[in-house]
């Protein structure tokens, strides 16, 4: 298939029932890769028949909750000189082969670093990415992504093998057999987010299960731990993910990410002081971490420390000035405060982050509301009903906008949709008798 360099590149996959992926995965390969070898661990679709027609080399493999124990398979019948590895749900640009071809011919590395782009909306992410002017077409329909760095080509050597049973390593062997990666400045776009909730949450109880493996196989090693607490709280089992992340944390008290991941439990379970003092305890260990210092000053402001809170942002705003989630939160802090101007400022830089971000729509038309600023509200909330047509907030809010704006009509339709939603809530049940009534009152928020 690779015709363009001496080199040769071996595509190494692990698969289970991926046919609605696979296909784009490796069309997104054609002509860079010489040798396709897919490790199939019990597919009942049709992935393998899909491989097949792309000339893969299929090899089924019995699976032993391992994921190292399947990519390490692969890895032992490439017969080409480099290993790329990608899983179903990624792909490779086009715009990229050429770069591809390039770092594979040369001689002086071992090992590249692809970055992980994690398409879809989690705009709570310290690392997520507006899409912004991204030249990329693969972004196009996502408003961004999360990325993460990992090696994913490398030399075809016999000491390069992934390590862990659940979220694999191969760099650990590689630094150990004395190799050398660097950045590749290539990404690998990942679909993760389009595939149906079901298989998802079953992956993640997958991963439950074979984290708790690995903690009984290994018990001093913290890693399985964390892994094991994130997919527990992703289930809503705070009890057992407290737990194990205080199990981890006497193993290795200094290890920031355990601290992080408290922290988080402990805010997400409304306790605020505990959350407040192991966040701090993480940013001792960490200073410079944007995601613990806005979760820590979430905390602040839960508890009334305004000042410690904006401090707290103000840092995390200098190490991720284009985190929206940042922006959204000096919002919040700045209306809280009665300085409207600010409030305004923050979430109109959220909002040229990212238009179609709802909690900054949301904020800012019923902060537009609430100063009267009825002009202003209505296309931002207009703009907010686009992207979530049932929110209660923004049906009432628009309506009492339309109210003050001459538009009697359409706030009754808007106030009567939030009635279907919200049969009883009180202040939508008012604002309807006065409008049936004929009592409309000019210019109350």
């Known amino acids: 298939m690779g015709t363009y360099t001496m080199a040769t590149l071996s595509l190494c996959m692990v698969v289970r029932d991926e046919g609605a992926f696979i296909g784009k995965c490796l069309d997104s390969v054609k002509g860079v890769v010489d040798e396709i070898v897919v490790v199939d661990t019990g597919s009942t679709d049709d992935t393998k028949v899909i491989a097949a027609q792309w000339g893969a080399k299929i090899l089924d493999l019995a699976w032993t909750d391992d994921f190292s124990r399947a990519r390490n398979y692969a890895l032992d019948h490439a017969s080409g000189e480099w290993v790329l590895v990608l899983d179903a749900d990624e792909v490779i640009a086009q715009r990229d082969h050429k770069r591809l071809f390039s770092l594979i011919g040369e001689a002086g590395c071992d090992a590249y670093t692809l970055i992980q782009r994690t398409y879809g909306d989690n705009l709570r992410h310290a690392a997520y990415t507006c899409r912004g002017p991204d030249v990329y077409d693969e972004s196009r329909g996502f408003a961004g992504w999360i990325p993460s760095t990992l090696v994913r080509l490398f030399r075809n050597k016999v000491n390069y093998r992934f390590r862990y049973r659940i979220h694999e390593l191969v760099e650990p062997s590689i630094i150990d057999d004395g190799g050398a990666f660097q950045d590749s400045g290539i990404p ?61 944390l006497e193993l290795a008290p200094r290890d920031a990410n355990l601290c992080d991941a408290l922290g988080t439990l402990y805010l997400h379970t409304n306790r605020i002081r505990e959350a407040e003092r192991i966040l701090r305890r993480g940013l001792s260990l960490r200073s410079a971490d944007a995601a613990m210092l806005h979760k820590l000053a979430g905390a602040c402001m839960s508890l009334g420390a305004n000042s410690d809170a904006e401090e707290l942002l103000g840092r995390a705003l200098t190490l991720a000035p284009d985190w929206v989630a940042v922006h959204n939160s000096r919002g919040l802090l700045f209306a809280v405060t009665n300085r409207p101007t600010e409030a305004v400022e923050a979430f109109g830089n959220s909002l040229r982050l990212h238009p179609g971000n709802l909690y900054a729509l949301t904020s800012l038309g019923m902060l537009y509301v609430n100063l009267a600023r009825f002009s202003d509200a209505l296309p931002i909330l207009e703009r907010a009903l686009e992207v979530k047509e049932d929110d ?31 049969p009883q809530d009180p202040a939508i049940k008012e604002r309807l008798r006065e409008l049936s009534g004929g009592l409309v009152r000019e210019r109350i928020p």
């Open 392 to 422: 209660v907030r923004v049906l009432y809010h628009l309506a009492v906008a339309c109210l003050n704006s001459s538009k009697k009509s359409r706030a009754i339709e808007l106030l009567k949709r939030a009635q279907r939603i919200q």
């Open 188 to 248: 690998i776009h990942h679909y993760a987010y389009r595939k149906d909730p079901r298989f998802v949450e079953a992956k993640l109880r997958r991963y439950l299960k074979i984290g708790l493996l690995q903690i009984s196989e290994n018990p001093q090693d913290p890693k399985p731990y964390l892994e094991v607490a994130m997919a527990c709280m992703e289930f809503g089992m705070w009890a057992k993910a407290e737990e194990v992340l205080r199990k981890a």
